[in-house]
C-alpha cells in the first residue's frame, strides 16, 4: 500500500535559524529538485523566516511550512499566529500537535484538533503529531496513547490531501534514539488500520511519517518500513547535506 504513496520529507527547524540561515536553505533548493520524481520535500522554519524561505522557494521543488498556529483566524491573542498569516506568508503546511507544544503549552488533543481545522480552514496542509512518552511505552501503552491521540487529535473530513500524521515517540525527539524497525512497523500499521477504519480509502492513502532522531545514517532502514511514508527530521533538518541525504533514502 505504501509504495503507491507519495513519500514527504519535512524539516521542523523548532526554535532554530536566523536570516543567515537562507543560505542552508539555499543549499537545499539547489539539491531538492533531485528529489521531485518520488518525494515532497517541506522545510518549516520558524515563523520568522516562512515569508523570506517562501520567496526564495517559488518554483523550486521544496514547500515551505510552519510548525504551530492559532486555532483562530484573528482576534485578540497577543503573540499568536493564525493558519491564515502563515498561509499568507507562504506556508503550504503546518505542524499542529508536536509533543514539545503538548508537553511546553499545555495542548490537549481537543485543541490540536481545532488547530488542525484551522489549517484547513486557511488551505493548508495539517500535520499531525502524535506519540508515547518512555514512561508509557515501558507500561506498554504505546497503542492505546497513540489510537487515544489520534481520535482525540483527527477532526472529521480528513483527506490524504489535507492531512498528514506524524507518528514521533517522545523519548526519540532530540535523543539519537529509535523505536526498532519492527517497532516502527507495528506502530505505523496499527495508525494504517486506524485511519482506514475511520476515513476508509482515504485512510489508506494518507501519509505516516515517522520521526524522532532520524539522520542519514537511520534514514533509509525507517523509511523502508511498511506504511513508513516519509519523517518528519528536526536536528538533521538544519544542515542541507544531512536533509538531502535523508530525502535520498525514500
Ligand atoms: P529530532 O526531532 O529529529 O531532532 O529528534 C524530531 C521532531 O521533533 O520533529
Known amino acids: 500500500m505504501s509504495d503507491a504513496i507519495r513519500s514527504l520529507i519535512a524539516g521542523n527547524w523548532k526554535m532554530n535559524g536566523l536570516k543567515a540561515s537562507m543560505a542552508e536553505f539555499d543549499a537545499m533548493l539547489a539539491g531538492g529538485?533531485?528529489?521531485?520524481?518520488?518525494?515532497?520535500?517541506?522545510v518549516c522554519p520558524p515563523a520568522t523566516l516562512i515569508a523570506a524561505f517562501a520567496d526564495k522557494a517559488k518554483g523550486k521543488g521544496v514547500a515551505v511550512g510552519a510548525q504551530d498556529c492559532h486555532q483562530n483566524?484573528?482576534?485578540?491573542?497577543?503573540?499568536?499566529?493564525?493558519?491564515?498569516?502563515?498561509?499568507?506568508?507562504?506556508?503550504?503546511?503546518?505542524?499542529?500537535?508536536?509533543?514539545?507544544?503538548?508537553?511546553?503549552?499545555?495542548?490537549?488533543?481537543?485543541?490540536?484538533?481545532?488547530?488542525?481545522?484551522?489549517?484547513?480552514?486557511?488551505?493548508?496542509?495539517?500535520?499531525?503529531?502524535?506519540?508515547?512518552?518512555?514512561?508509557?511505552?515501558?507500561?506498554?501503552?504505546?497503542?492505546?496513547?497513540?489510537?487515544?491521540?489520534?481520535?482525540?487529535?483527527?477532526?472529521?473530513?480528513?483527506?490524504?490531501?489535507?492531512?498528514?500524521?506524524?507518528?514521533?515517540?517522545?523519548?526519540?525527539?532530540?535523543?539519537?534514539?529509535?523505536?526498532?524497525?519492527?517497532?516502527?512497523?507495528?506502530?505505523?500499521?496499527?495508525?494504517?488500520?486506524?485511519l482506514t477504519d475511520r476515513f476508509k480509502t482515504e485512510g489508506g492513502r494518507m501519509r505516516i511519517l515517522y520521526g524522532g532522531s532520524v539522520k542519514p545514517s537511520n534514514a533509509k532502514e525507517l523509511l523502508d518500513v511498511a506504511n513508513v511514508n516519509g519523517a518528519l527530521v528536526g536536528g538533521a533538518s538544519l544542515k542541507a547535506s544531512d536533509f538531502l541525504a535523508i530525502a535520498a533514502g525514500c
Open 73 to 194: 483566524a484573528s482576534g485578540a491573542h497577543t503573540g499568536d499566529l493564525s493558519a491564515e498569516m502563515l498561509v499568507d506568508a507562504g506556508a503550504s503546511a503546518i505542524i499542529v500537535g508536536h509533543s514539545e507544544r503538548r508537553a511546553d503549552h499545555g495542548e490537549s488533543d481537543a485543541l490540536v484538533r481545532q488547530k488542525a481545522q484551522a489549517v484547513w480552514r486557511a488551505g493548508a496542509i495539517a500535520i499531525v503529531c502524535i506519540g508515547e512518552t518512555r514512561a508509557q511505552r515501558d507500561a506498554g501503552q504505546t497503542l492505546d496513547i497513540c489510537g487515544g491521540q489520534l481520535k482525540g487529535s483527527l477532526p472529521d473530513g480528513a483527506t490524504a490531501a489535507n492531512l498528514v500524521v506524524a507518528y514521533e515517540p517522545v523519548w526519540a525527539i532530540g535523543t539519537g534514539l529509535t523505536p526498532t524497525t519492527a517497532d516502527v512497523e507495528a506502530v505505523h500499521g496499527f495508525i494504517r488500520r486506524v
Open 33 to 42: 529538485g533531485a528529489f521531485a520524481e518520488k518525494t515532497d520535500l517541506l
